[in-house]
């Protein structure tokens, strides 16, 4: 199967391709992808997908059998042939984008992607920068809540068996070590992004050996210290004595069901008895930040943490609130700023800046802005241009340069913001320019709008 | 980026491959892919996920960067050099697969699909089989939800842009056309799949136009009976009026926001007064089963629903508890079935059969059993031999074609089961050769477990 190119869109977008196309509209807008309000769950979210969003804009273009396609569907019959003919066939994303840098903590209504270019073309990539910026930040903001949690120990992303899809699962391995977990149990998330991957072994292969014991010491004769044996297939209390009775050195014992915390107290004094001192516990089994925490602050002997769907499917807030809207339309010159007025979804009109002011190592509050003010005295911008006229024009960032870059940020947030439970308001607020300019196209476009033809 | 192929699984598949070729153990299993509960919200599942399974599996292979990187993670370095040299180039999955049909109803503790093979390749495709199989079968339960509540009105699959990434927004797509949605807005689906595809216009369409009626004239101008208009970017009653006077005669008008009841029947009124009296009007905006269906018992005069992110991310069931758990080792013509003890987690051994009965065109119960007892009287065996030998025994199935199956199969449950809330629970039984099997097993693996070497 083909990867997803340019038809990883929604028809209308196409539609109104054709419309921009028909009228001979030369105009070009900026669009702002933006989190309308965070899940109660997030003090903060993780900004992740920018990488994968800059490869896709980087080779987006419409095969000859997916125009073919879409000559084929009716709702686009009433498109000029040369739009199939001609416009298709050439189409390349040549617009502008600035974004925040991957693991920057993002709130609700600050602009993590800004797109500048021709309509049509800024029109049709919203439903992929959409879905993969959405996502990863999903990803990537849950993973930053569990690695505060495991206060110090391992964490290692294990979702890929209930994620999405097998290109989710890969995704979200990405985006859950870019939000800070120490490596990842996806084979095709260490190929592709060079992150730390990790495994322990299940229990088929306990139980398609003879005997516990057998399959043990099979697994450690070939991985010698590199093995995790898994010791919750039948008892893991009477495993631990079998192993270390028969003399095995395994890296680390896993117990993936029943009393996580009592079993690991009981595990931990029979390794240490047998003299494995140096054989760490993983834990794993349908956990999440808030099991995490309370193993990690019972003091109990954990070592290291896996953790799968609470991961892999953002499973408390599985979607964001996401929405890509046009703020502004250039036509023959003129700029204009645009907001929609629908019940319950207004948005704010112009292209924006987000300034975040720090104190002392602490980020203490940010300011979204019109990008044309100037920046408030000591803040610091958070968006950047990463393309321009279709190429790149920032190198490609590692998904451990930006993990690097998430811990320290995320570090830098108060306290109160990362609490797991309640977690406070971080401040934001909106600068006086972007305020006025609200107020004023609030004013024109109630009277523009249905009405003066 | 290429297609995920045999690294789209967890690390620990590949180590305990490695472990398999290590003892040059032939063994063989069997392992099956099965729901442990269903979510409080759902009385059935929709089986789907099968046709991707089948093309994943016949091209499933390492490729020589694949296995290049795999020699290079520390937990594979006690794997033998011929691992990677010989079996992994050559490996290719060679086991017969037996599935339910896409499209049936299954409960809790069915087996969807079981896959019997080497044990080595059994193991390596779990992964990707869960994350296909759960992922799809979330997305068509929840479809089949939203289809019946809408009752009888067409309902259009929209969440692509908040689906988990690009891919997992076609596979959404897919999936719910194939639990009975009428259309979906991803045109990449439309080419892959060959399902219906279908389309409005953008708020943004709106708001880069001078002015409303100029956007609205353009597109039907273009689209002629084909437009589709949005009406609720300013104001809808505003912009049917002035639809009607300027003698447009839209296909349909689309709500997306406010009270959708009360403006569909403003805006309905003013369409007949106008004379537009076969424009029909679409409504969506952040729609489940819940509102689908209090809108359409309402009486509004609704056409059709736009549902989004409730179906691409199956939003109040982003995952299912399912796992693929081996029930039978074959080694040296010796079949030993299987189960698994850990706490909370205790698996069902044998090869398994799902028979259901049927009763004047209803379901009435289902029994699982072991695959080589006799069916029990009037039942029909639900599970099918699929592929043999690595090769496909069926020809492909059409997604229209599992559509069709679903919307009959669904229909024959008892009502109750389909309940929106508080489904009944549907009767699912086990046969007595299945329960003596687990006894058995339970007392001779007790014993066998960890001790006696």
């Known amino acids: ?28 807008g900026s669009f702002e992808l933006f989190v309308r309000e965070l899940p109660a769950t997030r003090g903060y979210l993780v900004a992740a997908g920018l990488e994968p969003v800059l490869e896709f804009l980087s080779s987006w273009q419409c095969a000859p059998e997916e125009i073919e396609f879409l000559r084929s569907v009716p709702a686009l019959s009433g498109a000029p042939a040369s739009f199939f003919d001609e416009y298709l066939p050439g189409l390349r994303f040549s617009g502008d984008v600035w974004a925040m840098p991957e693991g920057t903590p993002v709130f609700a209504g600050e602009p993590l992607l800004r797109v500048r270019g021709a309509l049509a073309e800024a029109q049709l990539v919203e439903t992929a920068l959409l879905s993969t910026v959405l996502f990863q930040t999903s990803v990537a903001s849950r993973a930053a809540r569990v690695v505060e949690a495991a206060a110090g120990r391992a964490v290692t992303e294990f979702g890929g068996r209930r994620a999405h899809g097998v290109e989710a699962a890969v995704a979200a391995a990405r985006a859950a070590v870019l939000g800070g977990c120490d490596a990842t149990s996806s084979a095709a998330a260490g190929f592709r992004y060079r992150v730390p991957v990790a495994g322990t072994m299940a229990h088929s292969w306990v139980m398609a050996s003879n005997n516990e014991i057998t399959a043990y010491r099979r697994y450690v004769e070939l991985f010698g210290d590199q093995a995790v044996l898994l010791i919750d297939t039948y008892d893991p209390i009477v495993a631990t004595n079998a192993i270390t009775e028969a003399g095995l050195a395994p890296a680390a014992v896993r117990l993936d069901s029943g009393d996580l915390e009592g079993l690991s107290r009981a595990v931990r004094a029979r390794l240490d008895a047998g003299g494995l001192t140096e054989t760490r516990i993983i834990v794993s089994g349908d956990l999440d930040e808030f099991r995490v925490a309370a193993l990690a602050s019972s003091g109990a002997p ?31 010159g003129v700029l204009t700023p645009l ?44 968006l950047r241009q990463v393309m321009r006229g279709g190429e790149r024009t920032v190198a490609p960032v590692s998904t451990l340069e930006a993990r690097s870059r998430c811990r320290t940020a995320v570090a830098e947030l108060p306290s109160a913001v990362r609490r797991l439970e309640s977690p406070a308001v971080y401040p934001v607020t909106r600068s006086a320019g972007l305020d006025q300019l609200a107020e004023s196209v609030l004013a024109s476009q109630a009277g523009a709008g249905p009405h003066g033809e």
């Open 302 to 332: 954990i070592d290291g943490f896996g953790v799968g769907t609470a991961l892999s499917t953002s499973s408390d807030a599985p979607f964001l609130s996401g929405v890509y809207k046009i703020v502004e339309v250039e036509q023959g």
């Open 339 to 382: 907001m929609k007025l629908s019940t319950g979804k207004r948005t704010a009109p112009g292209r924006k800046q987000v300034w975040r002011r720090r104190d002392g190592g602490r980020a203490v509050g940010d300011t979204v802005g019109l990008c044309d003010e100037p920046g408030p005295m000591g803040f610091e911008p958070l």
């Open 1 to 28: 199967m083909a990867p997803a190119g340019a038809l990883s869109t929604d028809l209308y977008e196409f539609a109104m391709a054709a419309g921009y196309y028909a009228s001979a509209g030369k105009a070009h």
